[in-house]
């Protein structure tokens, strides 16, 4: 696996840790947008993002600050994989060690979920990690959740046969209210580990820090149901 010196990298500004409100809203909700709403894309050309040209086969939505997504394009050098991320400075950031290190599989995206992934072609994606989401605890802040029903099913949409959609958290009740959800619309067959032997995944920098305080993390791998004739 490549090494790469991140500290060759740093950060020039610092990352907030949220965006304002608005900008989690899928743009049909807003009255007005806010100059900072990332652009909702409707179409990529993936020439310009990837060394082949190719679709991402993979997808690390709220990638953060991208070390699980470099690190996972090492053991992807034939496939490409795209962070999405609603906030800029760390978007901007793993591009910036992308073209450095002139790694030709990985990019981060500078846009948000709300707003589904029409870019992305219905059954082309392999692999899809939502991994270690803002918990949003407070009833008020349920409304900024990207994991809501429509991004199920959108995640549906856009995996291949077999495709998984793979899960981590550390709050427990993100965990219950993901199951629930998943189990309502039955798109996915769902398998919570009950170890990290069984998750073949680099440690993305949320996780890193819940090893280091021995906070337990919840692992769950979803598997793309088929949708049945005419369904
Ligand atoms: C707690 S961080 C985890 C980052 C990374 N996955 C990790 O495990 O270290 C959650 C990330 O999701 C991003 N995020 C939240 N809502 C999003 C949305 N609607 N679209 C894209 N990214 C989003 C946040 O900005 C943040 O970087």
């Known amino acids: 696996m490549t090494e790469i010196k991140f500290s060759k990298y740093p950060f020039g500004t610092k990352i907030r840790h949220h965006v304002s409100t608005n900008n989690y809203l899928p743009i049909e ?38 070390k699980f997504l470099i690190l996972r394009s090492f053991e992807l050098s034939n496939d490409n994989i795209l962070g999405l991320e609603i906030r800029p400075e760390p978007v901007n950031w793993i591009n910036d060690v992308v073209e450095g290190e002139s790694i030709g599989n990985c990019r981060a995206l500078h846009y948000s979920v709300a707003n589904n992934m029409p870019f992305v072609e219905s059954n082309s994606v392999n692999e899809i990690y939502y991994l270690f989401p803002d918990p949003w605890n407070k ?48 798109l996915f067959d769902v398998k919570i580990l009950n170890s990290r032997d069984e998750w ?28 049945s004739v005419g369904g």
């Open 139 to 186: 009833r008020k802040h349920y409304k900024k959740r990207a994991f809501t029903a429509k991004f199920v099913s959108e995640c549906h949409r856009v995996l291949a046969d077999d495709g998984k959609l793979f899960l981590a958290t550390d709050v427990p009740e993100v965990h219950t209210y993901q199951i629930n959800l998943l189990s309502k619309t039955g």
């Open 29 to 66: 909700e807003l009255k007005f947008i806010p100059e900072s709403y990332p652009e909702a894309l409707k179409t990529i050309d993936w020439t310009s993002l990837f060394a082949n040209g190719n679709a991402p086969k993979y997808l690390d939505i709220g990638c953060g600050r991208g």
């Open 200 to 227: 073949q995944l680099p440690v993305t920098n949320k996780e890193r820090f819940c090893i280091r305080k021995n906070i337990d993390v919840y692992r769950t791998i979803c598997t793309k149901v088929k949708p």
